[in-house]
C-alpha cells in the first residue's frame, strides 16, 4: 500500500524565517497532496493541497511543490509568525474513487518570536 | 457554514466493553471517513461510507465497524475494546467529485482503562 515519509519531525525557526516540510510518497498512482495543520488540541486543518497536474500552488505565505518524477512535495512557509506554530501533516490520495488519505507521521514546527 | 461535528467529545470506557461515535458531516457533503490518531502519530486510515455504502476499509480489526445513516450521519462502533484503542478518533467529510479533499471535525477522545 501508500507510504508517506515526512521530515523533518521536528522544525524550529526564528519569526521571520521560512520553514521547508518535506514529504515522499511511494505508489506513483497517488494524485492528491493535501497539507493540514494541527493546533494543540484542535482539529487538522487544511491549509493547502495540489493535484498532480500541477507542479506549484501558492496561497499568499504559504506554497506546495510537487515532483511526480521524485515522488517527493514540500510545503514552504515564508515570513512564519508564532502563530504558525503548530503541527503540519503532509498525506497522499490515488484519488477521488479511493478516497483514502494516507498521512506522513507530522512536523512539530515551532516558531520563536 | 456549519463545520464537521462529533460527539462525544471524550469517552471512557474499560477494557472488553463497546463505543459508539457519533460524527454529522458538513451540508451537502455525502462521504465521511474515520481516521484514529493515536497519541504521538499520525492518522490512521479506519473507514470511509458515500451514499450509506462502505467504500474502503484500513488496516483494521473487523471488531472496528460503522455505518452511516440516510442523513449522511455516520457512527463508528469499537467492540470488545482494549487499550490500546485509546486515542483521538477523528471524522472528515467531503463531496463528491472530491471525495479526497476532506475537512475534519474536532474528535472524539477515547480512553480505554
Known amino acids: 500500500g501508500e507510504n508517506v515519509e515526512q521530515h523533518p519531525s521536528t522544525l524550529s525557526v526564528q519569526e521571520g524565517d521560512s520553514a521547508v516540510i518535506k514529504c515522499t510518497y511511494s505508489d506513483s498512482a497517488s494524485n492528491y497532496f493535501p497539507w493540514y495543520k494541527q493546533e494543540l488540541g484542535k482539529r487538522p486543518q487544511l491549509i493547502i493541497d495540489?493535484?498532480?497536474?500541477?507542479g506549484e500552488k501558492k496561497d499568499q505565505r504559504i506554497a506546495v511543490t510537487l515532483n511526480k518524477t521524485a515522488k517527493h512535495f514540500s510545503l514552504h512557509i515564508t515570513e512564519t509568525q508564532p502563530e504558525d506554530s503548530a503541527v503540519y501533516f503532509c498525506?497522499?490520495?490515488?484519488?477521488?474513487?479511493?478516497?483514502?488519505?494516507?498521512f506522513g507521521q507530522g512536523t512539530i514546527l515551532t516558531v520563536h518570536p | 457554514e456549519a463545520g464537521v461535528t462529533q460527539s462525544p467529545t471524550h469517552l471512557i470506557k474499560t477494557r472488553g466493553q463497546q463505543a459508539t461515535l457519533r460524527c454529522s458531516p458538513i451540508?451537502?457533503?455525502?462521504?465521511v471517513y474515520w481516521y484514529q490518531q493515536a497519541l504521538g502519530l499520525g492518522l490512521q486510515f479506519l473507514l470511509w461510507y458515500d451514499e450509506g455504502e462502505e467504500r474502503n476499509r484500513g488496516n483494521f480489526p473487523p471488531r472496528f465497524s460503522g455505518r452511516q445513516f440516510p442523513n449522511y450521519s455516520s457512527e463508528l462502533n469499537v467492540n470488545a475494546l482494549e487499550l490500546e484503542d485509546s486515542a483521538l478518533y477523528l471524522c472528515a467529510s467531503a463531496q463528491v467529485p472530491e471525495a479526497d479533499t476532506q475537512y475534519f471535525g474536532p474528535g472524539t477522545r477515547l480512553t480505554v482503562l
Open positions: 495540489i493535484r498532480s497536474n500541477v
Open positions: 498525506a497522499a490520495s490515488k484519488g477521488t474513487s479511493y478516497g483514502k488519505l494516507t
Open positions: 451540508s451537502g457533503h455525502t462521504s
